[in-house]
C-alpha cells in the first residue's frame, strides 16, 4: 500500500513521534511512503534550530535521519515555513534574513505537492491538527 503522510504538529508533540513510528512501521511492514508533508506547525520538524532538552528524545533529529536513511520525499510547506521562520538559504535571501534553519533533505514546497501526494498514495494519513 501506498501511504502519503500530513504531520501538523511540533517535533515536540506527541502525535509527531506517533508519525514517525507509524512512518517506520509502515516501511517495516513492505509499503511504501509516496511523501511526508509538513504543515502548520509541522514544519518544526524539519527546522535545524529545535534544541530539544537532555531528558527528552530528540524528534526533529530523528525525522531527519529517517528521511535521509530511506531517501523519502520530506516537503515542508512553504507558506507554513515562512510564517514560523523556517527557511532555506534561498528565502532567507530572499526575505532578507539571516538565520537559515532548513536544509536537505528537505524541500520547501507548496500545498501542491500534498494534493500530488494524496493523488498517488492509496492512503493519507494524518497527525496532529487543529
Known amino acids: 500500500m501506498k501511504f502519503a503522510i500530513a504531520l501538523f504538529s511540533a517535533a515536540h508533540a506527541p502525535s509527531s513521534r506517533r508519525a514517525l513510528q507509524f512512518a517506520q512501521a509502515a516501511l517495516a511492514g513492505g509499503h511504501e511512503v ?15 534550530s529545535v534544541v530539544t532538552p537532555q531528558d527528552e528524545q530528540d524528534i526533529a533529529q530523528q525525522w531527519r535521519a529517517f528521511v535521509s536513511e530511506h531517501q523519502l520525499d520530506g516537503v515542508v510547506c512553504i507558506a507554513a515555513a515562512l510564517r514560523r521562520g523556517v527557511l532555506n538559504n534561498e528565502e532567507a535571501s530572499r526575505y532578507q534574513r539571516s538565520a537559515v534553519n532548513i536544509d536537505a533533505p528537505w524541500a520547501l514546497s507548496g500545498l501542491g505537492q500534498l494534493h500530488d501526494a494524496i493523488q498517488d498514495a492509496d492512503r493519507l494519513i494524518c497527525f496532529g491538527g487543529p
Open 34 to 48: 509516496v511523501r511526508l508533508f509538513f504543515y502548520q506547525d509541522g514544519v518544526y520538524s524539519a527546522s535545524n
